[in-house]
Structures are given as structure tokens and as C-alpha cells.
T-cell receptor, first 114, second 112 residues
Framework: DAGVIQSPRHEVTEMGQEVTLRCKPISGHNSLFWYRQTMMRGLELLIYFNNNVPIDDSGMPEDRFSAKMPNASFSTLKIQPSEPRDSAVYFC????????????FGPGTRLTVL | DQQVKQNSPSLSVQEGRISILNCDYTNSMFDYFLWYKKYPAEGPTFLISISSIKDKNEDGRFTVFLNKSAKHLSLHIVPSQPGDSAVYFCAASKNYGQNFVFGPGTRLSVLP
């Protein structure tokens, strides 16, 4: 299995631009999670989906952030407009709802907003 | 306010010795805990878990201890190996849910 796939791996953009991060979960997993990692706040859960339905988006920092999961094999996290304080590593993870144990993380997207 | 705390940002241990990583939590509703390991430029990978009905769980060189009354858990690695050098995250959830709260991580360095 290829594991969780994220693209791009690195993104550098200017303040005010729209940024779209992409995630392909592991086939057969029905839960998907978006996390953000910063030095100040560590690893924070932004939003998660079960069976393509958003369950908890309380971690989404503000309306500039939105996430979609149009089907079981694809999800996007969009920031519009982006700001320098959005600079972080964004991780996508997937898991099986039936198992409480592990979430499988992708390699992350390092976002830099200038 | 951090609900999951890892008060040691870093830890250095000699190869072959025991590594003890600590984690404290404030929310008494947490009932499921995990440890993840993260290497640079990679996503975190699951290491070991424990539910609140247990006070110990063991997997090879890794053992997690849970002290519910103290709201404290620890990860023991025995013996430590250089390949264990990584950042270790403690995570907790309520109602065995999937909404995990992560600690800030502890960077472990195992010296040869």
C-alpha cells in the first residue's frame, strides 16, 4: 500500500493567495483527518471526516480555512486568503472507524506564506 | 490551555539505557491514549496505545504506563537504540473517539 499521499510536499506562496492542499487516504479507510503542526501550538486537529462527512471542524482556525471530501479517495484543505501565520506543516491522516487505534499519517505539506 | 502536556521538550539517553518519556493531561474525560513517533520530514507513526481500563501495555521494547489518579502516562523504551531518536507525541481522546488531542512532543536523542 502506498500509504497516505499528500501533495504538494512544499508550497511557498505570497500573502493573500489561495492555497490548496491535497490528500489521498489509504484505500479502505473511512476516516480522514487534517492536522497542523507549528512550533508554538504543536500538532492540532483541524477537522475530521467519517465516510466523507465532516464530523468535527471545531479546530479550523477561521473562515479562511475550508476542507472538503468529495469522495472516499480524495480530500482538500483550502486557505483563502492565506496569511503568514498560516505557515506550518499540514498533515493528513486516515484510519478505520472500527479501530480506535491508529491513524496513519501522510508525509505532510510544508506551507510557507510570505 | 494545553490539555495534554509533555513538559520535557528534549531528552538525551545513552544507547542501551532506559528512556522514559512523560505525558500529563488535564481532562479527566480522556480515556484512550496513544504514543506516536515522528522522524524529520515524515508524518507521525503510531507506536503504542493504552485504554483507561488498563494501567500498563507492553509491545516489545516499548511499555506505556497509565496513572489515572495522577492523570499521567509514561512511555518506557528499554533498551534504547540510536534508531529511536525521534520526536515522541502523546495523544488522548474522550469516549474512545477519534478526536485526538496531541501534546507538543519530546525530542529523544539516543547517543551511541
Amino acid at each position: 500500500d502506498a500509504g497516505v499521499i499528500q501533495s504538494p510536499r512544499h508550497e511557498v506562496t505570497e500573502m493573500g493567495q489561495e492555497v490548496t492542499l491535497r490528500c489521498k487516504p489509504i484505500s479502505g479507510h473511512n476516516s480522514l483527518f487534517w492536522y497542523r503542526q507549528t512550533m508554538m501550538r504543536g500538532l492540532e486537529l483541524l477537522i475530521y471526516f467519517n465516510n466523507n462527512v465532516p464530523i468535527d471542524d471545531s479546530g479550523m482556525p477561521e473562515d479562511r480555512f475550508s476542507a472538503k471530501m468529495p469522495n472516499a479517495s480524495f480530500s482538500t484543505l483550502k486557505i483563502q486568503p492565506s496569511e503568514p501565520r498560516d505557515s506550518a506543516v499540514y498533515f493528513c491522516a486516515s484510519g478505520k472507524r472500527e479501530s480506535e487505534d491508529e491513524q496513519f499519517f501522510g508525509p505532510g505539506t510544508r506551507l510557507t506564506v510570505l | 490551555d494545553q490539555q495534554v502536556k509533555q513538559n520535557s521538550p528534549s531528552l538525551s539517553v545513552q544507547e542501551g539505557r532506559i528512556s522514559i518519556l512523560n505525558c500529563d493531561y488535564t481532562n479527566s474525560m480522556f480515556d484512550y491514549f496513544l504514543w506516536y513517533k515522528k522522524y524529520p520530514a515524515e508524518g507521525p507513526t503510531f507506536l503504542i496505545s493504552i485504554s483507561s481500563i488498563k494501567d500498563k501495555n507492553e509491545d516489545g521494547r516499548f511499555t506505556v504506563f497509565l496513572n489515572k489518579s495522577a492523570k499521567h502516562l509514561s512511555l518506557h523504551i528499554v533498551p534504547s537504540q540510536p534508531g529511536d531518536s525521534a520526536v515522541y507525541f502523546c495523544a488522548a481522546s474522550k469516549n474512545y473517539g477519534q478526536n485526538f488531542v496531541f501534546g507538543p512532543g519530546t525530542r529523544l536523542s539516543v547517543l551511541p
